[in-house]
């Protein structure tokens, strides 16, 4: 059949159940389990096939059938609950924001991906998840709040392995049109397109937009009529093809992102990006700002100002960065357009690396989102503090504490990823608001009330239901590679409810060492294979497809798991997805995580584990560096850096079997003398990890710590046309063109010892240049293991300086003394950038 085109007849609802087109177009079906058994009870095969949406469902659902559920009452009284939640969930006025933060300036969230649901799979791993959880607690809190992506139509890749474990691709055309997903309209209610000059050629851009509870979410998307194929192609595949296509998506998620957001008249004072690949949306506003009457430098104020930047791993291939000439080619006529230079322009993103032997400066998406942002931080306490440091050489002078980069550690979205079983046994003990309450500590406590008995029962159910849906896709795998019907029967008896099972599944990046736990496979046979308390494992995971290292560690669990003392008691699933990861975190009894320390900058994946009752198994990196105590879960590994990767791995490894064969074995099983029952481990899981690691948790962080200063201070400097950043911007530019002839020089009479709580004179020096001396902070700075304190000197008005500096503690001191530029106004006492020590 020649097809000439597609149409998509939305299905004539019975009137009583007529609401169930508008609910499956908001994803607060993801996350309520009860709204999903409305579709799911239509066609359960239906529902399975088309990755459990909604929308779908009810276009392939027949008239007949949609008719009997329609005088079902059973089936009415579960839809008239659902409805009333829903409806109570969308019109409730009085939630945490007008509460905690009334009046909150709207944020626009920019990232590259999210995960949502596996029905609309434009995500590839942690962190599409984390965006997508951040959107979905936003709407929980009542946040003014946009977020803007891109909707790829081949999404990331489904992933299937072949008869010998190698991870092969396919790319599968989403159907746009049983996507919950409508075509966005502006204010005349026409529909939303923006275009974007990439190079020579100008790109038409259609704009989606999804609704998520509460909020919205605008999606980018090139595969319309007007464009080229090649162009059409630009938002086919997430993380796809090379350097050049990766740019020109750079390009359309910031520029096109903005003007979307201009063209649909939706406010944002605060600007967020999630990672660098968001970067580039600084030049469509200061561009907006220069056309608008500003001089670059004023503008690159203003818009800093109002921006925050979320850095989200130190690993390399994390931070892009691009050889000049090919940013030339796509953003080639932006400085003339920002009235400046090339030189100027790049300076902001230049980070000279170590290419074809020889360093040469590269044009760094991270680098340029720092420096087109006045607040960053990192995802994690441990992850701030590698950030610091990794980014420290943008301030010479500073040590890597001071680096104005904070953190923020990640949460997950409970309710997205708690069982229902589990939600209702937490709903016998916790208020009737708890939902509401999720980052409450104190409510948690009441989890104590649980029973062993109620907690190993529904963690049983749960733990069935994985398996049975570990076997379901284990025999499709065999069936689609041909396997006798010897394997494939033997499918069902692959895993046991009685035996204790670890689940470990990420994305298969090498440094997060997938293959620790086969160091010693004969130690681990005898791990597994114990004749009264066995062991089994689950994994799961993608690895990108330019990453054949990656590949080789799927390969290679899978042949461990084909040989004869593992088969059947080690598996690995095919297709990580939101599915996947929800029946594992779900139904496994404890979560494995071992990356190489100190390169996760968070992980979630473990969370989500412990909100249904699973501890955590873990390197003590990233979030699990925070979360652990003692009593909820188990660590691996030291905390320690190693300057050579095999002596950690064999150490980590050791750790790993030690704590599995002395520790969490006999207390699972139930034979560790003296030990807390392992439900007693499963409450303290629970109730520690669910307040302090929720989503909710985490979103209001970003609120108080950066959403409402931010948008103060962007304020302040915006007002009467950016009076105040054309104030700092003519004042950078003066500081910095005289700083190469400004000096200090420094003395001090240091006893050869001193007693805790003596003071020693300290004397500065300076010749300011022709800078002003009240905008110049001249301090003692005092180390003491590692540990800085500043002590301001003061100025007696003709360029001296002087302090008591007092050594509090008894430890050896560094004191040194230098100078800092500083006016009111600033974000930070660095940003200036400039340090000049005595």
Same mark, same amino acid.
């Given at each position: 059949?020649?097809?000439?085109?597609?149409?998509?007849?939305?299905?004539?609802?019975?009137?009583?159940?007529?609401?169930?087109?508008?609910?499956?177009?908001?994803?607060?079906?993801?996350?309520?389990?009860?709204?999903?058994?409305?579709?799911?009870?239509?066609?359960?095969?239906?529902?399975?096939?088309?990755h459990q949406n909604p929308v779908r469902t009810l276009l392939e659902v027949p008239r007949a059938r949609l008719d009997e559920v329609a005088a079902d009452p059973a089936y009415l009284a579960r839809y008239a609950a659902v409805m009333a939640d829903f409806d109570a969930y969308?019109?409730?006025?009085?939630?945490?924001?007008?509460?905690?933060?009334?009046?909150?300036?709207?944020?626009?969230?920019?990232?590259?991906?999210?995960?949502?649901?596996?029905?609309?799979?434009?995500?590839?791993?942690?962190?599409?998840?984390?965006?997508?959880?951040?959107?979905?607690?936003?709407?929980?809190?009542?946040?003014?709040?946009?977020?803007?992506?891109?909707?790829?139509?081949?999404?990331?890749?489904?992933?299937?392995?072949?008869?010998?474990?190698?991870?092969?691709?396919?790319?599968?055309?989403?159907?746009?049109?049983?996507?919950?997903?409508?075509?966005?309209?502006?204010?005349?209610?026409?529909?939303?397109?923006?275009?974007?000059?990439?190079?020579?050629?100008?790109?038409?851009?259609?704009?989606?937009?999804?609704?998520?509870?509460?909020?919205?979410?605008?999606?980018?998307?090139?595969?319309?009529?007007?464009?080229?194929?090649?162009?059409?192609?630009?938002?086919?595949?997430?993380?796809?093809?090379?350097?050049?296509?990766?740019?020109?998506?750079?390009?359309?998620?910031?520029?096109?992102?903005?003007?979307?957001?201009?063209?649909?008249?939706?406010?944002?004072?605060?600007?967020?990006?999630?990672?660098?690949?968001?970067?580039?949306?600084?030049?469509?506003?200061?561009?907006?700002?220069?056309?608008?009457?500003?001089?670059?430098?004023?503008?690159?104020?203003?818009?800093?100002?109002?921006?925050?930047?979320?850095?989200?791993?130190?690993?390399?291939?994390?931070?892009?960065?691009?050889?000049?000439?090919?940013?030339?080619?796509?953003?080639?006529?932006?400085?003339?357009?920002?009235?400046?230079?090339?030189?100027?322009?790049?300076?902001?993103?230049?980070?000279?690396?170590?290419?074809?032997?020889?360093?040469?400066?590269?044009?760094?998406?991270?680098?340029?989102?720092?420096?087109?942002?006045?607040?960053?931080?990192?995802?994690?306490?441990?992850?701030?503090?590698?950030?610091?440091?990794?980014?420290?050489?943008?301030?010479?002078?500073?040590?890597?504490?001071?680096?104005?980069?904070?953190?923020?550690?990640?949460?997950?979205?409970?309710?997205?990823?708690?069982?229902?079983?589990?939600?209702?046994?937490?709903?016998?003990?916790?208020?009737?608001?708890?939902?509401?309450?999720?980052?409450?500590?104190?409510?948690?406590?009441?989890?104590?009330?649980?029973?062993?008995?109620?907690?190993?029962?529904?963690?049983?159910?749960?733990?069935?239901?994985?398996?049975?849906?570990?076997?379901?896709?284990?025999?499709?795998?065999?069936?689609?590679?041909?396997? *006798?019907?010897? %394997?494939?029967?033997?499918? @069902?008896?692959?895993?046991?409810? =009685?035996?204790?099972? $670890? /689940?470990?599944? !990420?994305?298969?990046?090498?440094?997060?060492?997938?293959?620790?736990?086969?160091?010693?496979?004969?130690?681990?046979?005898?791990?597994?294979?114990?004749?009264?308390?066995?062991?089994?494992?689950?994994?799961?995971?993608?690895?990108?497809?330019?990453?054949?290292?990656?590949?080789?560690?799927?390969?290679?669990?899978?042949?461990?798991?084909?040989?004869?003392?593992?088969?059947?008691?080690?598996?690995?699933?095919?297709?990580?997805?939101?599915?996947?990861?929800?029946?594992?975190?779900?139904?496994?009894?404890?979560?494995?995580?071992?990356?190489?320390?100190?390169?996760?900058?968070?992980?979630?994946?473990?969370?989500?584990?412990?909100?249904?009752?699973?501890?955590?198994? *873990?390197?003590? %990196?990233?979030?699990?560096? @925070?979360?652990?105590?003692?009593? =909820?879960?188990?660590? $691996? /590994?030291?905390? !320690?850096?190693?300057?050579?990767?095999?002596?950690?791995?064999?150490?980590?490894?050791?750790?790993?079997?030690?704590?599995?064969?002395?520790?969490?074995?006999?207390?699972?099983?139930?034979?560790?003398?003296?030990?807390?029952?392992?439900?007693?481990?499963?409450?303290?899981?629970?109730?520690?990890?669910?307040?302090?690691?929720?989503?909710?948790?985490?979103?209001?962080?970003?609120?108080?710590?950066?959403?409402?200063?931010?948008?103060?201070?962007?304020?302040?400097?915006?007002?009467?046309?950016?009076?105040?950043?054309?104030?700092?911007?003519?004042?950078?530019?003066?500081?910095?063109?005289?700083?190469?002839?400004?000096?200090?020089?420094?003395?001090?009479?240091?006893?050869?010892?001193?007693?805790?709580?003596?003071?020693?004179?300290?004397?500065?020096?300076?010749?300011?240049?022709?800078?002003?001396?009240?905008?110049l902070r001249v301090e003692a700075v005092l180390d003491r293991a590692g540990h800085l304190t500043h002590v301001p000197l003061q100025s007696r008005g003709d360029g001296s300086f002087h302090a008591e500096v007092p050594l509090q503690d008894s430890g050896l001191y560094s004191?040194?003394?230098?100078?800092?530029?500083?006016?009111?106004?600033?974000?930070?006492?660095?940003?200036?950038?400039?340090?000049?020590?005595?």
């Open positions: 059949m020649n097809i000439i085109g597609k149409v998509t007849v939305l299905p004539q609802l019975p009137e009583e159940i007529a609401r169930l087109s508008e609910l499956a177009y908001n994803l607060y079906w993801s996350w309520t389990p009860r709204a999903q058994e409305l579709y799911q009870a239509l066609d359960y095969p239906t529902w399975e096939r088309f969308m019109g409730k006025r009085d939630t945490w924001a007008t509460q905690k933060a009334p009046g909150m300036n709207p944020v626009a969230y920019f990232s590259m991906e999210y995960a949502f649901h596996e029905s609309l799979p434009i995500y590839s791993g942690g962190l599409g998840v984390l965006a997508g959880d951040h959107c979905k607690s936003a709407s929980d809190l009542g946040l003014p709040f946009t977020a803007v992506g891109m909707l790829f139509h081949q999404g990331y890749f489904r992933q299937l392995f072949d008869k010998d474990g190698w991870q092969n691709e396919a790319y599968d055309e989403l159907d746009l049109t049983t996507l919950p997903i409508r075509p966005a309209l502006t204010p005349a209610g026409h529909q939303a397109r923006v275009s974007v000059r990439l190079g020579a050629r100008t790109v038409q851009v259609r704009v989606w937009t999804l609704q998520v509870g509460r909020i919205q979410v605008l999606l980018l998307d090139t595969n319309v009529p007007e464009n080229s194929e090649e162009d059409r192609k630009l938002t086919a595949r997430l993380y796809g093809g090379n350097q050049d296509l990766r740019v020109q998506q750079y390009v359309l998620l910031g520029v096109a992102g903005i003007r979307a957001l201009r063209l649909l008249g939706i406010a944002a004072d605060v600007y967020h990006m999630n990672e660098g690949h968001a970067a580039l949306l600084g030049l469509e506003r200061i561009r907006e700002a220069v056309a608008g009457g500003l001089d670059f430098r004023t503008a690159l104020e203003t818009v800093a100002s109002s921006t925050l930047f979320t850095t989200h791993t130190p690993v390399a291939a994390g931070n892009d960065a691009f050889t000049y000439e090919l940013m030339d080619k796509y953003i080639g006529d932006w400085p003339a357009q920002l009235a400046t230079s090339r030189d100027d322009l790049y300076a902001l993103a230049r980070h000279d690396q170590f290419w074809d032997n020889h360093w040469v400066p590269s044009f760094s998406m991270t680098v340029f989102a720092l420096n087109l942002s006045r607040a960053a931080n990192g995802v994690s306490e441990l992850h701030g503090e590698v950030s610091r440091s990794m980014w420290n050489f943008l301030y010479s002078g500073a040590q890597p504490e001071e680096v104005p980069i904070g953190h923020v550690t990640n949460g997950a979205h409970n309710l997205t990823f708690t069982s229902q079983a589990m939600r209702d046994l937490l709903s016998t003990v916790l208020p009737a608001d708890w939902t509401e309450r999720l980052e409450d500590e104190a409510m948690w406590q009441a989890v104590e009330g649980l029973t062993d008995e109620q907690l190993h029962d529904v963690q049983l159910t749960m733990k069935r239901e994985m398996i049975a849906f570990v076997r379901s896709r284990m025999r499709e795998q065999m069936l689609r590679n041909g396997a *006798s019907a010897a %394997d494939v029967a033997a499918t @069902e008896t692959v895993l046991s409810e =009685n035996a204790l099972t $670890i /689940g470990f599944a !990420r994305r298969f990046a090498t440094y997060k060492r997938a293959t620790l736990l086969f160091r010693d496979k004969a130690r681990l046979s005898r791990i597994v294979n114990h004749p009264e308390h066995p062991v089994q494992f689950v994994f799961a995971g993608k690895a990108h497809p330019a990453d054949n290292p990656g590949k080789a560690f799927i390969q290679e669990i899978y042949k461990v798991s084909q040989e004869p003392e593992f088969r059947g008691k080690i598996v690995i699933l095919e297709n990580y997805d939101m599915n996947v990861a929800r029946h594992l975190v779900q139904g496994v009894d404890i979560w494995l995580n071992n990356p190489r320390r100190p390169l996760e900058a968070s992980g979630t994946s473990g969370m989500k584990a412990s909100f249904n009752g699973s501890p955590n198994f *873990s390197v003590l %990196d990233g979030w699990w560096r @925070e979360g652990f105590d003692g009593t =909820n879960g188990w660590p $691996i /590994g030291e905390e !320690r850096e190693y300057a050579d990767l095999s002596v950690q791995d064999d150490a980590d490894a050791f750790s790993l079997y030690t704590h599995l064969e002395e520790a969490i074995v006999p207390r699972y099983y139930g034979t560790l003398p003296g030990a807390e029952s392992w439900a007693h481990t499963v409450r303290r899981a629970i109730e520690t990890v669910s307040p302090r690691f929720s989503m909710q948790r985490q979103v209001i962080d970003y609120v108080q710590k950066y959403y409402l200063p931010v948008a103060q201070r962007g304020a302040q400097l915006a007002a009467n046309g950016s009076q105040r950043a054309r104030e700092i911007a003519g004042w950078k530019s003066w500081v910095q063109q005289q700083w190469p002839y400004t000096s200090i020089t420094a003395q001090a009479d240091f006893p050869a010892s001193a007693q805790p709580g003596q003071a020693i004179p300290v004397t500065a020096q300076v010749h300011p240049a022709g800078i002003s001396l009240q905008d004191v040194g003394v230098r100078m800092v530029p500083q006016i009111d106004g600033l974000s930070n006492e660095l940003e200036a950038r400039l340090i000049k020590w005595a």
